[in-house]
């Protein structure tokens, strides 16, 4: 299963609007995204509650995976979200 780490973005992480924006584009991959911190398993990331859950705050390192066919290119778009600071357009 392809996986990839990730540091989050966004100074506060993983909360409510950051969250929503990674839920959505993980909702829009053809494949099923987990992700996850250390030390805790992974989650859907098509989850509000499960990607609140993780606790993920900004500059953590977070793992995300998928599997099957299209799982390089929803990687690369939930990387490429993960990476960005949500709370700069706040």
């Given at each position: 299963m392809p996986?990839?780490?990730?540091?989050?973005g966004s100074r506060i992480g993983l909360h409510g609007r950051p969250a929503a924006i990674v839920v959505k584009t993980a909702q829009a991959q053809q494949v099923t995204v987990k992700i996850s911190v250390p030390d805790k398993s992974p989650v859907d990331a098509r989850s509000i509650i499960a990607?609140?859950?993780?606790?993920?705050?900004?500059?953590?390192?977070?793992?995300?995976?998928?599997?099957g066919e299209g799982a390089d290119a929803a990687l690369d778009a939930m990387a490429e979200v993960l990476e960005k600071d949500l709370d700069a357009d706040a």
């Open positions: 996986a990839r780490e990730v540091v989050v990607v609140l859950s993780l606790g993920a705050h900004g500059g953590d390192t977070v793992t995300i995976e998928a599997d």
